[in-house]
C-alpha cells in the first residue's frame, strides 16, 4: 500500500518542542519533493516547510523559521519536522505531502495543490 504515514503530535506547553514524522510506505521518497502542510480550525491549508530529496534544498514559511527544521533521512524513508519554542498559534492538524512533479520547495509550500500522496495528518496543541 502507497501511504505517508505521519506520528509524533500531541500535547505540548508553550515553549516547549515536539518531532514531528513522516514515513513513507511502499515507495521511496527518492527524486520526491516532500512537504509539511497545517491547518487549523476554521483556517486554511498553510504550507509549513518543504525539503526536495533530489538535492536537499528547503523551503520554510516565515512562521516556523528559527524554530522548525525540516529533515529527511532517506535510509528509513522519512521526512522529520523539529519543531522547538512552540507558541499557541501552531495548534493545528499537521499533514506531510509528497509529490514527484514538484521541482521548487518554495513553490510546493505557497502553492498548495493536489499532490500525489497526503497522509492522514497528526494534531499538534499547544496549550498551557
Known amino acids: 500500500q502507497l501511504q505517508l504515514v505521519e506520528s509524533g503530535g500531541g500535547l505540548v506547553q508553550p515553549g516547549g518542542s515536539l518531532r514531528l514524522s513522516c514515513a513513507a510506505s511502499?515507495?521511496?521518497?527518492?527524486?520526491?519533493?516532500i512537504g509539511w502542510f497545517r491547518q487549523a480550525p476554521g483556517k486554511e491549508r498553510e504550507g509549513v516547510s518543504c525539503?526536495?530529496?533530489?538535492?536537499?534544498?528547503?523551503y520554510y514559511a516565515d512562521s516556523g523559521k528559527g524554530r522548525f527544521t525540516i529533515s529527511i533521512d532517506n535510509a528509513k524513508n522519512t521526512v522529520y519536522l523539529q519543531m522547538n519554542s512552540l507558541k499557541p498559534e501552531d495548534t493545528a492538524v499537521y499533514y506531510c505531502a509528497a509529490d514527484w512533479g514538484s521541482w521548487i520547495v518554495q513553490a510546493m509550500c505557497v502553492s498548495i495543490r493536489d499532490y500525489d500522496y497526503w497522509g492522514q495528518g497528526t494534531q499538534v496543541t499547544v496549550s498551557s
Open positions: 511502499g515507495f521511496s521518497l527518492d527524486y520526491y519533493a
Open positions: 525539503i526536495s530529496s533530489r538535492d536537499g534544498s528547503t
